[in-house]
């Protein structure tokens, strides 16, 4: 039974910096695709960030390029967002997605509970 449990959310003021974990079970996650989605109240879930398993390569949605880095660890089987110089729009669920390939939520196939991210002004 496929798992991923996503923490490290919170609220930090704006230009702060957090970092959520994805923690996987049921699955190896340096095998896996995985991906970081997120969901601002009244709009649609939205593409972050991915990192392919083959080769850990990275890609991320413009909104978020320069400022978000994601990575794993494959012995924990963990994935990680760092997030710096956040913005009030970054404002959202965080929800980590594994299974799927690309930028498109509806390709992945297991999804976390997710976990808040509030950025203050």
């Known amino acids: 039974q496929v798992q991923l449990v996503e923490s490290g959310g919170g609220l930090v003021q704006a230009g702060g910096s957090l970092r959520l974990a994805c923690a996987a079970s049921?699955?190896?996650?340096?095998?896996?695709?995985m991906g970081w989605f997120r969901q601002a109240p009244g709009k649609e879930r939205e593409f972050a960030g991915i990192i392919t398993w083959s080769d850990g390569s990275t890609m991320y949605a413009d909104s978020v390029k320069g400022r978000f880095t994601i990575s794993r660890d494959n012995a924990k089987n963990t994935m990680y967002l760092q997030m710096n110089s956040l913005k009030a729009e970054d404002t959202a669920v965080y929800y980590c997605?594994?299974?799927?390939?690309?930028?498109?939520?509806?390709?992945?196939?297991?999804w976390g509970q997710g976990t808040q991210v509030t950025v203050s002004t």
């Open positions: 997605a594994a299974g799927g390939r690309g930028p498109e939520s509806y390709k992945y196939r297991y």
């Open positions: 049921g699955l190896t996650l340096s095998r896996t695709n």
